[in-house]
């Protein structure tokens, strides 16, 4: 049990330095990111980073970040786990 204390502060380390990277990530405008940038999303590739941009195209701006599930391939799910990062504006 002389290790528990080692841990714990290993697991909260570990804990900070994860959720202080994610709240770094900054924002992305998916009306106006290119398909490198919309690729670091989470759950998106290049062909999805691509298919956003040319639905974008097609369709004009999106008018809330909820309508990026509108695209083939992208779900719901998807939209939710990157909501923190999306935005219109």
């Known amino acids: 049990m002389k290790h528990t204390p080692f841990f714990a502060t290993l697991v909260l380390l570990f804990s900070l330095v994860t959720g202080f990277a994610h709240a770094q990530q900054p924002a992305i405008n998916i009306n106006l990111a290119d ?41 719901a799910r998807t939209v939710e786990k990157n909501a923190e990062r999306l935005t219109v504006k």
Do not use: C, M
Request: hydrophobic residues 35%.
């Open 35 to 75: 398909a490198a940038t919309l690729s670091s999303l989470n759950g998106i590739g290049d062909s999805k980073a691509e298919a956003i941009v040319a639905y974008r195209e097609a369709n004009g701006p999106f008018e809330t970040t909820q309508d990026l599930s509108n695209v083939k391939g992208i779900g």
